[in-house]
């Protein structure tokens, strides 16, 4: 036993302060969605896997027409930001698909993603 009552050799879940800590005989690999991150640039990788997922629920037409050349950039707290093509496309994407590109991109970068804030290329 430990001072703070834990078991050693035990994996611990990750818990609020003041709450108190559960046993686990798991190692925790996500990261909780509480810990705040800041702003976080996306990888190559994780941009294209957003992409790929949103080209599955937009369909091909639509996703071609809208989302060609978009980027998506960066993570501030619960914003991700996107780069489109121009005003027209940022617009429809922002109208049309910023629910969806909030879930995917939550799952994808396993942190909580609420708002979609999609910039035409000129004002990034």
């Given at each position: 036993m430990n001072a703070d009552g834990s078991q050693?050799?035990?994996?611990?879940?990750?818990?609020?302060?003041?709450?108190p800590r559960q046993h686990s005989t798991a190692l925790a690999l996500e990261r909780p969605a509480h810990i705040s991150?800041?702003?976080?640039?996306?990888?190559?990788?994780?941009d294209q896997a957003i992409q790929a997922r949103i080209a599955f629920i937009a369909g091909?037409?639509?996703?071609?027409?809208?989302?060609?050349?978009?980027?998506?950039?960066?993570?501030?707290?619960?914003?991700l930001f996107a780069i489109a093509r121009d005003e027209d496309c940022a617009s429809e994407i922002e109208d049309q698909?910023?629910?969806?590109?909030?879930?995917?991109?939550?799952?994808?970068?396993?942190?909580?993603?609420?708002?979609?804030?999609?910039?035409?290329?000129v004002l990034q």
């Open positions: 050693a050799g035990r994996y611990h879940q990750y818990s609020l302060p003041g709450t991150l800041g702003m976080m640039k996306l990888s190559l990788v994780e091909a037409e639509t996703f071609d027409r809208l989302f060609a050349g978009i980027r998506f950039d960066e993570v501030d707290g619960n914003l698909f910023s629910h969806h590109l909030a879930m995917v991109a939550t799952q994808i970068l396993r942190q909580n993603v609420d708002v979609v804030v999609v910039l035409p290329k």
